[in-house]
């Protein structure tokens, strides 16, 4: 068996270890939906579902809360459209052709 150059090892080792963090930072992390007090008095921040915090005021949750049941209709009734404009979205970020369904 022949030798390894030592440099040439620890080169190898190093670019291997660079190859795992490039993978762990590129890999994207589950969010944890939080809340917490807003930075304006009164305001609830939702944290968790986008870059940016959804910050309402408490009236403003409760109306969003009472309108669930028309949200998850709304979605229900109109899932093969929602399902094509993400693909649609999906395949732009990703620079790929959509399939059509």
Known sequence: MAKVHPDLAAASKRIAELEAMLVAATTPKPRTVGVKFGNKPGVIQLTGLRQFPVALYREEWRKLIAAIPQVEQFIKD???ELERV???YDSRK???AATGA
């Open 94 to 96: 990703t620079g790929k």
């Open 86 to 88: 993400q693909k649609e």
């Open 78 to 80: 109109n899932h093969a």
